[in-house]
Structure formats: C-alpha cells, structure tokens
C-alpha cells in the first residue's frame, strides 16, 4: 500500500489492560477514587477490557465520569443493582474468594446472559451434525464465527455477547476452521453472503484470518465476504503500524480481486471514533484495496442517545466515504436497564438526525431491532384516528415472503423492545404470527456488532 503514514505519531505494539490494571490506569489518568472503585467491583461481574489507544486518543479525562468512550468501555456505578454491588464491593474487601465466586455467578445468572433462543434457534445441521461456530437465520447470509476471532481490542459495557468474554464458554459460536462451513455452503447455493464475526475477526493475526477467509473464495456461490469489526475504533493500528497491516491489506485485496464484494461492516459508537488521525489512515488504507466499509451501532443511553451525535457520526462516515448503515435498538440482556433508550425517543432521535442529513447519508436505516422473527424497523410514529401509533416493517425477516411488509403497535413512551409492544390486531395473520412468536423477553442473537 503506498498512503502515506508520516502522520502518524507513533506505532505502538498492542496491550490490552483489564481488572487487573485498574491501579496503573487511576495511576496514569487520575480519574476519582470512587469510579475505579466501581470498576473493580462491577469487573467482577461483567467483562472489561481496554488499551493504550482508546485511553490515550478517545477518552477524555476532563469529562470522565460522562465521557462518552468512557462510558462504553469502563463499567459504571448503576448498572447493576445496588444490593448486588454492596455485596460484592464487601466481599471483595473481605478478600472472600468463595462467596465472591458466588455472587459473581448468582448477579451473572440475573442479567439474562442466555438470550433465549441464542443456542437453540439459526442452528444449521450439516449431515446430521450441528454445525460448530456458524448461524444461519436469514436465507440469503451465513454467520460465521472462528474459534480465534472471539475477543475483541477493548470491550463495550453494552456489548450482547457480553457473557462469552467472561468465560461461559456456552455462549462461544467456534469454528476451529472453515472446512465444515465450505461443505455447508456448497449444499446450500442460496447463501450468498458470509459474515465473518465475532468478538472480532480483526484481532486475529493475517495469517490465521487468511486461513479462515481463502477457502469460502473457492465457493462460486459466496458473493459477498462481510467482516463484523470495531478495529478501526478500537484499534486502527491493525491497519496502519502492525507488523501485519499491509499483509492483511493485501488480504482483502485478494478478496476483491476473486470477483467477491468485501464489506466491512464497522461499528461506530460515537463521532470521536472516526476523528482522529489513525482512524483516517486505517479507513482510507481499507477503501483502497475494494473494501466497503458499511457503518452500524446500537442506541446506547450515556454513550449516544442524542439527535446531534448520530448526525455528526453518519456525516462524518460519509465523508470518510463510508456507507451509514443501521442504528440499532439495544438488546435484553447484561446492563440493559442503564443503556436503554425506549423505542418512542429512539424514533425521535433518529428522526431528528436523519432530517439533517445530505441525501447520500440517508442510506442509513433505524431504530432496527434485531428479534427473533427478523430486524423489526421502526418507521414513525402516527396519529391515527384510532389512536396513536407505531408503524413498523420487518426489514429482514427468517421467512423470506415476510421482507418488507409493514405493520402497526399501539404507541407506548415506555416500551423498548418488540414483545412490549400491542401489535395492532388487523395485522395479516402471517406477519402477527411472526412477530407475536417473539415470545422470548429477548431475542435471540443474530451478530455481533463486532
Ligand atoms: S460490541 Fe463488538 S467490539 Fe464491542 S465487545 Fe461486543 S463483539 Fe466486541
């Protein structure tokens, strides 16, 4: 690759620091006592990890505890219950392994960490067998997931997968390789996309990734390769100063050049991601090689829950030259109660963003839920004779015939997800069917943000 890296200030080697680096980080960055306190205690409990570059570049000290970046990577006072975190800050004084462990598993056990559905549903068999670390839900897309790519360069506090970071090795979709997967995708020619998540692929050497991304190009049938990552916000130096980044520059140009689509599918929180130096140069080193880079995330309270910042974000994505794609509706599980934002003001602020927005940037689509019968958009509110409404449309959908049709839900200020909503009752019987059968208080995983 021949861009430029002079810019660039440095090129670090990357470390992530944990639970265990809580001293050196209140050590280098003095935040108050009390929030790494919190850390310590919530760490326990729920995942926690971050690096030199998202401390350094993103966060910023002066507006810790509110900072945004903060908020998505450092655990917070409030997202668990009250008792439950004087119960554990005391037995973590006491230095009481045993109840710790306890407690641990009991507070885990409380904040849905098995999304029904996740295990049992978009399971694909091949020869009878069921396919290890690969979901099929959606006709036209094979989720994959390799058995290395299961970590990521930091963590999000909302993250849905939340609970395989913290070892419940139930939760770990892991293909050791992808030979399995090519045997499926040729019995299965429909499957024309393959999403190549995680955790995060990106945190994979170039070598192993390539092992996992070559074979599924000897396949006619797979057009498009997807890549879920947060690398570019978390990392950017994956493609800029790594030893390997022009290997797997390289990579994805041999992807491109097999004729296939390469579609990074980037999450993007918050606009800081996308504005410093190092993210610029790893997205355009990754638009030169035939990449698109599509951008998506959900709708977290603390981190983005503002007209403003989704504006600036997807214009800044557009003119980086990438793709604004989906703004998610945040999932039932983990933290939920501190990072929802419910579907009425979710619809607001999406609105109030979309409407500032040059027409290129309108490719993007939201407030999206991810649930158990497809991605449920919702498109508006309405007032209707009958009362207010929310009108809604499967987007994607696992019955094909169900793509695109439009339905209705009695508005509600509170709800925040689809099996809190009343769906209007003169919905054709198939489409209610459908999104009714979204029994589960939660939905089942589909991908990860990545
Ligand atoms: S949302 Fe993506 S980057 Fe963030 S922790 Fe989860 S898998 Fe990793």
Sequence with gaps: MSLPLAVLPEAPRFRSLGPHHVDEVAARYAPRADLMEAVRVISQVLPFRVNEYVLSHLIDWARVPNDPIFQLVFPQRG?????????LADLLRAKDKRGLRLAVERVRGGLNPHPA??????VPMLDGEVLPGVQHKYRETALYFPQQGQTCHAYCTYCFRWAQ???????????????LLVRYL?????????????GDPMIMSTERLRSHLEPLLAVDTVRTIRIGTKSVAYWPHRFTTDPDADEVLRLFERVVASGRSLAVMAHFSHPRELETDQARAALARIRATGAVVYCQAPLIKHVNDDSRVWADMWRGELSAGLVPYYMFVERDTGPRE???????RAVDIFQGAYRTLPGLARTVRGPSMSATPGKVLVDGVEDAPDGKHFRLRMVQARVPELVGRPFRAR??????????????????ADLLAAVTSAVPKSAPQTAALG
């Design 79 to 87: 997202m668990l219950a009250e008792d439950d975190e004087r119960e």
């Design 117 to 122: 559905g996740q295990k049992e549903l978009n």
């Design 165 to 179: 970071f913290v070892g419940d090795a139930d939760l770990r979709f892991a293909a050791p390789g992808p030979e």
């Design 186 to 198: 040729r019995q299965h020619p429909a499957v024309t996309d393959v999403l190549v998540t995680g």
């Design 338 to 344: 501190y990072f929802k934002v419910p579907l009425a």
């Design 411 to 428: 508005f509600s200020e509170t709800a925040s997800w689809l099996n809190e909503l009343e769906i209007d009752p003169s919905t054709p």
